[in-house]
């Protein structure tokens, strides 16, 4: 069973009344994660529970679906299944985030209105692998090392890569604190 997902949230006031949601996405709808799929039908299970967890407002769930993805071996599509858990906790601003424990990614509090589908956007893109290829076996270019360093060394990465190994060297810079 499904209910309609709301298109803006307050997370605040769903930490406080300890919501769940259910519900689909359609992948259409997410024009970023889209730029990136050979093919963007498809649906995405989404499953979220706002909760006070000690001081921390933290968001729980996940997100399930099938990716399209171009392979960048043989520059075919494949399929990619995302399960994705989510653990976030609602943070106002950097020093807040720095606080969090290591299990929470922080969730920047920019409105008491923010897109929902902004939040699964950001997780499913980082949810897909940097250089993706078929799954082992299954590419049409047969693995071989050499193949795959020059291939590495003539790729040059997308401006969505560079902004994702920037944030995940924000994240890790956070840890270390
Ligand atoms: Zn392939």
Known sequence: MSTRLPVFIDPIQLVQAGISLEGQVELAMLERLSAQLTDNSGMV??????????????VRGHLKTHLNLQCQRCLESFDFPVER???LGIVAGEEEARRLPDYLEPLLLTSSDMPLNDIIEDELLLAIPLGQTHPQGECEIAYNETSLKSLA???QPSKSQQAFAVLSQLKHSKRKN
């Open 153 to 155: 060394e003539a790729k």
């Open 45 to 58: 299970q989404v499953s979220l529970k706002f909760d006070q967890e000690h001081q921390y407002k933290v």
């Open 85 to 87: 858990e989510i653990a």
